[in-house]
């Protein structure tokens, strides 16, 4: 309704022709208003149709009207410019919701100027006059506009708060003062603002020094990444080469083998064709022979045959062949062997270096450990809780769910007073439990372990609470990451894969994880933060601390406070 008014009371005003407020009004003959330029245009483009027309009710004109301004109308829509730009300011002044709105206002109210602490009111600059002006208000306290201005006024004696108990650590009055807080220590408002005041330029200060710090750090983690970049290049670079090298070295062997093989191939299948001529030249002198003594052993003539048969016997050819047979592709035989043994070996060698340069490039300084310190980790802190319907019914929960205790030799005690025994979540074949917190982004942790072996895991939710160890131990299968604290040393499983860890005993360890950069640490605390392991992964699934407590009752483990 408010904005059909507005247009109601702005359309007298507006030009039918732009929609807008009249410029150099003129009015036609027929008593209706346009902007001089826009009626003009319009007559213009009616000019080659030899009649002009009002854009409005249609009457015609066989010349064009003289037009001149309408100087009362340019008055009034002058006026309502004005007027228009003093209601903008006005809702400009509106208080909003997270505004002071002045106490006085009726209707819509204005935004507060000053809020006074002895009428416990916010006011408008125009409701606040009365204050500048009358010697009544002379001795009123104004202070910026404060949305909790009732808390100022003591609820007890509704009076204004000027005292602060420090012994109580509240606001008071000075009734307040004499009667319940009698024998506290208590200061002016004004003397505890001081003394705050100190404090609050202390905490800017460590503030400041802090960031001071960090902007250090940013400056030596940006010369770190520099140095990490380039030693990363240059060590490429270097492997480049040297790969190249050994391939050339490969290829170089190779044509020379190649050479080797062609040219015994060569003198091989030369002296085959020799033989081959000779033996073909032997089946023709056979066959020759064969001819003649076929055509004497047709001849009827004795004395012709007898001597023509000595003739013929005196030629002698062998009968048996030089030639040693051997199977097809049985010459180089051997030189596939070799080559083969050759292939082995190298694999063989590059398999075990190869490993050596993986160990050393995972020895590479993480910026975690190296830069970061214990201070730093606890920046990711948070408090863990482990959750009841997941705890083996060997397992007991204490301390605040912080604590895991095993219970084997009170076990049915125990039992009785577990709620549910039968929850979908909880482990009923491994002493196992998880957190009730799931993790994603950065966090750090610390557990105290006591007594045994104790698992510290990080998992996934969807870990099976029953069947096999391949099913739902920690460390196990895919969905868990377990180190193994015994009092003598530590071990490490992910998906049955057990990987030794070397590193100073504590009974108490640290766990980071960054979810999102999948790496988790873990460390022993002591004095110095010890890396134990880490692992670089990818986390398909937000993760929950766990821990199993599988030896002897009273062993535990305690998720710390850090905060």
């Known amino acids: 309704m408010e904005q059909q008014g507005a247009e109601l009371q702005t359309k007298p005003f507006s030009c039918s022709i732009c929609l807008d407020f009249l410029k150099e009004p003129v009015t036609t003959s027929c008593g209706h208003s346009y902007c001089k330029t826009c009626i003009r245009k319009h007559w213009d483009e009616d000019k080659e149709k030899g009649i002009y027309s009002c854009p409005q ?87 910026d506009p404060f949305k909790k201005l009732q808390e100022m006024i003591c609820s007890r004696h509704d009076e204004v708060v000027k005292m602060f ?39 800017l200060a460590d503030i400041h020094k802090n960031i001071q710090d960090r902007e250090k750090d940013v400056e030596l983690l940006k010369e770190k990444e520099e140095t990490i970049n380039l030693s990363a290049d240059q060590t490429l670079e270097h492997s480049e080469q040297m790969f190249t090298e050994l391939k050339r070295l490969l290829h170089q062997r190779s044509s020379e083998l190649e050479k080797e093989v062609r040219s015994k191939q060569q003198t091989e299948v030369s002296a085959v064709r020799a033989l081959q001529e000779k033996l073909k030249q032997e089946i023709s002198e056979l066959k020759k022979r064969d001819a003649e003594l076929q055509q004497l052993s047709h001849t009827e003539d004795h004395i012709q045959f007898v001597l023509s048969y000595s003739s013929l016997s005196a030629l002698s050819v062998s009968t048996h062949s030089s030639i040693i047979h051997r199977g097809p592709g049985s010459c180089f035989e051997e030189v596939t062997a070799a080559v083969s043994e050759l292939r082995e070996h190298l694999h063989k060698v590059l398999m075990e270096d190869w490993n050596k340069v993986c160990h050393t490039v995972e020895r590479v300084d993480d910026l975690l450990s190296v830069l970061r310190t214990r ?76 007594g045994g072996v104790v698992d510290i895991s990080v998992a996934y939710k969807s870990i099976s609470r029953a069947g096999g160890v ?19 040393s530590y071990t490490f499983y992910h998906n049955s894969i057990k990987s030794p860890v070397s590193g100073p ?23 110095t933060m010890t890396l134990l392991h880490r692992v670089n992964t990818t986390f ?7 821990f199993s407590v599988y030896g002897c009752s009273g062993d535990s483990a305690e998720l710390c406070k850090l905060k």
């Open 375 to 450: 201070a730093g980790f606890l920046e990711y802190s948070q408090e863990i809780t482990l959750d009841p319907k997941t705890a083996h019914r060997y397992l007991k929960l204490s301390e605040g769910n912080r604590k895991v205790t095993s219970m084997r030799e009170n076990l049915y005690h125990f039992v009785t007073r577990l709620v549910d025994l039968h929850h979908p979540d909880r482990f009923t074949d491994w002493s196992q439990v998880l957190s009730r917190e799931s993790l994603t982004g950065r966090h750090y942790w610390e557990v105290e372990v006591r």
């Open 165 to 203: 108990c420090r012994t109580d650590q509240q606001c008071i009055c000075n009734l307040c003062s004499m009667e319940e807080h009698k024998d506290h220590v208590i200061v002016s408002a004004a003397g505890e603002r001081t003394e705050k005041q100190r404090e609050l330029q202390e905490s």
């Open 57 to 143: 009710c249609r009457e015609t004109f066989e010349n064009m009207p003289v037009l001149n301004k309408n100087i009362m109308l340019a008055e009034l829509v002058e006026k309502e410019k004005k007027n228009r730009l003093q209601d903008d300011s006005d809702v400009q002044r509106f208080a909003a919701a997270e505004d002071v709105a002045c106490d006085s206002c009726t209707g819509r109210k204005l935004k507060a100027f000053k809020s006074c602490l002895n009428c416990v009111a916010s006011y408008c600059e125009k409701h606040l006059q009365p204050h500048h002006e009358s010697a009544a208000f002379k001795r009123h306290k104004l202070v």
């Open 540 to 546: 398909t699934e937000p993760l929950h601390a766990g």
């Open 505 to 527: 005993q504590s009974s108490r360890i640290g766990v980071y994880v960054d979810h999102t950069a999948g790496i988790l640490f873990f460390y022993s605390v002591s004095e």
């Open 470 to 488: 391949k099913e739902c131990g920690f460390g196990a299968n895919d969905k868990s990451w377990v180190l193994i604290c015994s009092p003598k």
